[in-house]
Structures are given as C-alpha cells and as structure tokens.
C-alpha cells in the first residue's frame, strides 16, 4: 500500500490567464510511514491533499494510489476508490451531533455496503484502537475536543484504507491533547500500515514524521525532519 504523486501539476483558471498551484509536484510515501506537509498558506498544501485525495484530477502527472493509477478512472470509479482506499482526517471533525460515536464510523460502512453486524464490531474495535473504548454510546456533546478528534481518526479508518491524509487535526487543539493525537496518527500508521500525509503549521510535529516536504509557490521539496 502506498501514495505515488509523479510530476502533478494542477491549474486554475485567473482572470485570463491560469495560477499554477501544484507544479511538477513528486511525493511518494510508503505504507506504514507518514510524510509531514509543512508551507505557508496559499502555498499549495489543501490542493495537494484535494489531488491525492482524487477530488481533484491534475492538469498533468500521475496519481497512484495503492498500485491503482487513477488518470483513467471516470468520476464513478474515482467515488468509490475514495471510499474504500482514502481515508480523510479533517481539521474540525464535523460529527453528526445526532449519531453516537459508533454510529458515526458504521455511516461509512454503511455507505460502502458492509453488513450492519460487521459495521458494529469494526466500529467498537477502532474506538477502542483509539482510545475510546466505553465511549461509543457518547454523542459529540458528550466528547470532549480530544476526543471528537479520535472519533475523527477512527471514521476515516473504518473502511481500512490504503492512504490516510490528514488536514491539520490539532489546530483546535491545546498542546497536551494535540501531542496525544499525533502520537496516536503515527502509532495507527504503523499499526494500520497506512500511507499518512500529514499536513501541519506545528514545527513540534515534524519530529515525528518519517520525512518532510515543503511546499512553496507550488513545488515540493523535501525538508531534513529533526530529530526527536
């Protein structure tokens, strides 16, 4: 399993001419690894998610997502690799505030045609995963912040994706439950042996990444992770 990004370059339309957001851009990360994404905003980092995520098809390059080359799929075919091989952490985690934990991650079982029993059993399973075992009967209100994040981690996990990327998932966070989560993002990479594109402003959690790349006016290149 494993995210290979070959000389993507992403355009959109300004005024009469076209503002280059990704240029040329090569990423690969293997499975069980996580690649931290750090760059000013407006630099490109939410376009190169969108594009690895198959939201938005390149003007140019290749997108490789666990052995399948996605150029040639149609919109129907790109759904459903979305929802069985990418899993998507968001930066606020948007839980459905009527659903309990359990039932937010069985929403994406259910959407990809899994049988309610098995749904139930893999839900209760990644909550416990996650840190949140005795709370799967919780509703959002009932979670705090933290702990809305780790419902956030396990929903994306549900379908056992190949490649999981994550938009800064501490921002909201205060120092102490961000480090918790991050820890919690790389402990599952390697569990889950997920290929994790983790996009950040926080310098502390570079670290942890087994490498780091930067993107600047468009292009990516790679950075020196620091050292623990």
């Known amino acids: 399993m494993s995210l290979e990004l070959t000389d993507v370059t992403l355009t959109y339309p300004d005024g009469e001419a076209r503002l280059t957001a990704l240029d040329e851009v090569s990423l690969t990360v293997p499975a069980g690894c996580l690649t931290a994404v750090i760059g000013p905003s407006g630099s490109g980092k939410s376009s190169l998610l969108a594009v690895a995520a198959t939201l938005i098809s390149p003007d140019r390059g290749r997108v490789v997502i666990d052995g399948t080359d996605t150029a040639g799929l149609g919109r129907a075919a790109r759904t459903a690799l979305r929802r ?3 899993g998507t952490v968001f930066q606020q985690p948007n839980l459905l505030p009527s659903l309990t934990a359990a039932e937010q991650l069985q929403v994406m079982a259910h959407l990809d045609g899994r049988p ?3 749904a139930r059993a893999r ?3 990644l909550l416990a995963a996650v840190g949140l075992d005795g709370q799967a009967d919780r509703r959002p209100h009932q ?3 933290g702990q809305r994040q780790r419902v956030n981690i396990a929903r994306a996990l549900m379908n056992e994706p190949a490649v999981l990327l994550v938009d800064e998932p501490t921002s909201a966070l205060d120092h102490e ?3 918790a989560v991050l820890e919690l993002l790389v402990t599952l ?3 889950r042996g997920t290929a994790t594109v983790l996009v950040t402003h926080d310098p502390a959690h570079l670290a942890s990444a087994d490498a780091v790349a930067e993107v600047r006016d468009g292009r990516l290149r790679p950075r020196a992770a620091p050292r623990p």
């Open 84 to 86: 069985t091989a990418v």
């Open 143 to 145: 979670l705090s912040g």
């Open 189 to 191: 990479t390697r569990q």
């Open 116 to 118: 309610a029993r098995t």
């Open 123 to 125: 839900a209760r399973e």
């Open 177 to 179: 439950r961000g480090a």
